[in-house]
């Protein structure tokens, strides 16, 4: 197993650098609720903001191999904005 860490914006990596295939996917976004983070800005338009997390999706999906699986963290209250991000991204859950 080999180990790789990108200090960059993950959609950089995952649409340009990285090359293999992965089986997991561990997304911890911010959860656009103001905290004050030191390069990101956690209060962006709701649209905005979803907009990025169905992009990282997507991405993360293409770069997935069949049967693999992605663990979505975010607040409860906004589960149906995940679940549509997943799912417009081609995810399936079991
Ligand atoms: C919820 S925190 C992650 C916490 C981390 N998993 C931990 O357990 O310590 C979200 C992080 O995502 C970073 N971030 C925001 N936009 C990003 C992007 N496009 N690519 C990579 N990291 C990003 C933020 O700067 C913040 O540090």
């Not at 905005?48 to 049967?67: F, I, P």
Request: aromatic share 14%; glycine share 4%; proline share 2%.
């Amino acid at each position: 197993m080999k180990y790789e860490i990108y200090n960059d914006n993950c959609l950089n990596a995952l649409k340009d650098k990285m090359l293999s295939k992965v089986d997991l996917t561990f997304l911890d976004p911010p959860f656009n609720q103001q905290k004050d983070y030191a390069f990101h800005n956690d209060n962006m338009e709701e649209k905005e903001y979803w907009d990025m997390m169905a992009d990282v999706c997507h991405s993360a999906y293409d770069l997935t191999n069949k049967g693999g699986a992605i663990y979505f963290m975010q607040r409860e209250k906004n589960t149906e904005f995940v679940l549509t991000c997943l799912r417009k991204a081609g995810w399936t859950s079991l």
